[in-house]
């Protein structure tokens, strides 16, 4: 008699699948494995290795003579893909890196539906809250991750303007943030500043690591000077009017006249050069 020609097939796999192995050239099949396990007499079996084994199968002939041959499973382990996930503030861009797997496999799956390249690196720009699910092979195994990207608005910050006289105090006030930094160097919502000159503070203000800045201006005007002529410079009997000719120097001023008779009834004036009768 002669000896069957027994075959069976290879295969490859990725960790925790199952392979089948199928004998051919004989009429009855007994199956061996290297890393031990017991296998139905049949001419096709199931396995799942964990690593790379072998599978020696005896195949007997009608006639009663017998022949082996030997099946290899190759067992490919499954990437451990990663990515990260993060904040980011409305309007701008965030970066996502995955790895884990081979260069260049990876796919991307946006939450909002955009197109992502398929790329180890790519940037979004979601205008709301999103997810991105990536897909990394290696040696024709997968595995996905997810990543969660936050979208945080950026504040509004508004602050107050101020008119002083020279080297007089003003109060700004920042509002729209959490925290806030000053140009000049103060860290808390309100500051007093004394300038000399008129002057732009300029505050940023943050809310969940977003920020944005807003400028306020402050208006110096010069102290004025007061000062009148009078005329006459003598009151008679004759002449008991007395015109005030205005001397005052200065910008945007008001005028307030006190003329030191009460019992006039129109003690005081607020026109440029006024004139009162004693």
């Not at 009663?64 to 904040?87: F, L, R």
């Not at 003329?259 to 005081?268: I, K, L, R, W």
Request: one cysteine or more; a negative charge; glycine letters at 10%.
């Amino acid at each position: 008699n002669k000896l069957p020609v027994v075959m069976v097939n290879n295969d490859t796999i990725c960790k925790g699948m199952t392979a089948i192995l199928t004998a051919t050239g004989a009429v009855s099949y007994t199956w061996v494995g290297s890393m031990g396990g017991t296998f139905p007499a049949t001419p096709s079996i199931s396995v799942k290795p964990l690593t790379t084994s072998t599978y020696t199968v005896t195949g007997t002939a009608s006639g009663g003579c017998k022949n082996t041959a030997v099946g290899t499973i190759a067992v490919n382990p499954i990437p451990d893909v990663v990515v990260n996930s993060g904040e980011m503030c409305k309007g701008t861009t965030f970066t996502l890196k995955a790895g884990g797997a081979s260069t260049n496999s990876y796919s991307w799956q946006a939450s909002d539906g955009s197109q992502i390249p398929n790329k180890e690196e790519v940037i979004v720009s979601p205008a709301s809250n999103a997810t991105y699910t990536v897909t990394g092979s290696s040696k024709g195994c997968s595995d996905t991750a997810v990543a969660n990207v936050n979208v945080n608005n950026i504040p509004v910050i508004t602050v107050n303007n101020g008119a002083v006289c020279s080297r007089s105090e003003v109060l700004l006030t920042a509002t729209g943030g959490t925290s806030y930094v000053w140009s000049t160097g103060g860290t808390t919502p309100t500051i007093v500043v004394t300038p000399s000159s008129t002057t732009s503070y300029t505050v940023t203000g943050t809310t969940a690591n977003c920020s944005s800045k807003a400028v306020s201006v402050v208006t110096v005007y010069g102290n004025p000077n007061a000062g009148f002529y009078m005329n006459p410079h003598e009151l008679t009997e004759d002449q008991p009017k007395l015109i005030l000719l205005n001397g005052s120097t200065g910008k945007n001023l008001i005028y307030e006249w006190t003329f030191g008779d009460p019992e006039s009834g129109s003690d005081t004036s607020k026109l440029i050069n006024p004139f009162h009768e004693y």
